[in-house]
């Protein structure tokens, strides 16, 4: 009995030097992406409509989709050609959220610059950081005035520069406009002169940045609207053939029914793949 204790508590032993060879890399903090009704929210509020939430954006497109899947029904008496404009129409408003938020980025991308060279200014006039923010809603580009006044009314009301900052950067709900309010984060807590020089780097930046993205926005703009032609040609030729009944009738049956799916899933596939291929990167929000 003595031996095969000894024997056990030997093997033990042996196995644990053996596992202590192996270290398991210690787990690091998950990234929280956000799932899609904070994605869609987060569009909504670049896109400048502050009023409207994810849900009515979804009420919407289900709204659309029903409406125009009746209509068409109606008009046409072909239940699988009703559903495939009704599927359209229920993506329209979707599409309008994204397209809104998508231009309203591009023009904010050429506003930052002079948002951040007033901050600078204000900074190098003496004024402090919550103050030189605060006088960007009413010396600042007209788009981002509402932000910072909200910011500035925060700051008055509580004093507490850390949330205010937060709730800003919420606001804007902007790649650029995380990357500055992280900066004048860690600019506050840690102090020092080079505030002045940062935010200088920063609209030098920014300028370059954008100045390099319009260049390559407009070669490949053909690019887009080439997807989105080819794409939108023959559902257009299916919504003319609608005006005649007669001419629908095949796509009521099982075979016209195939050719439908199969040619909705070629139609969303390549337009997904030149848009991938075409579109330049968005910049993400890494720094919420």
């Not at 569009?43 to 009420?59: F, K, M, R, Y």
């Not at 709204?63 to 559903?83: N, S």
């Not at 040609?233 to 099982?254: D, E, K, N």
Request: proline share 5%; with cysteine; hydrophobic share 50%.
């Amino acid at each position: 009995m003595g031996d095969l204790v000894i024997g056990l508590l030997l093997g033990a032993g042996l196995f644990c030097v053996w596992w202590s060879f192996w270290p398991q890399e210690p787990a690091g903090p998950r990234s929280r992406r956000p799932g899609p009704m904070a994605r869609l929210r987060e569009e909504t509020l670049q896109a400048g409509l502050t009023s409207l939430s994810a849900g009515n954006v979804v009420a919407g497109c289900v709204i659309a989709f029903v409406v125009v899947t009746v209509f068409a029904l109606a008009t046409t008496g072909v239940a699988p050609v009703a559903l495939c404009f009704g599927a359209i129409a229920g993506w329209l408003p979707l599409a309008l959220v994204r397209g809104r938020a998508r231009r309203r980025r591009t023009h904010l991308r050429d506003l930052w610059p002079d948002a951040v060279d007033n901050i600078a200014s204000g900074v190098r006039a003496g004024l402090a950081l919550p103050e030189a923010l605060a006088q960007l809603s009413v010396r600042g580009p007209e788009e981002l005035r509402p932000a910072f006044a909200a910011f500035a009314q925060d700051y008055r009301t509580t004093g507490r520069f850390q949330e205010c900052l937060d709730a800003l950067k919420d606001r804007l709900a902007d790649p650029v406009g995380d990357r500055l309010v992280e900066s004048l984060r860690i600019a506050r807590e840690v102090g020092g002169s080079d505030l002045g020089r940062l935010l200088r780097t920063l609209s030098g930046f920014l300028r370059e940045d954008a100045r390099t993205r319009a260049e390559l926005e407009t070669r490949q703009g053909w690019t887009v609207n080439a997807a989105r032609l080819a794409v939108a040609a023959p559902w257009i030729v299916l919504a003319m053939l609608s005006l005649q009944r007669t001419s629908l009738q095949a796509y009521s049956r099982p075979g016209g029914v195939v050719v439908l799916l199969v040619g909705a899933g070629v139609t969303v596939l390549a337009y997904r793949l030149m848009i991938r291929i075409g579109r330049l990167p968005e910049d993400e929000r890494v720094l919420r």
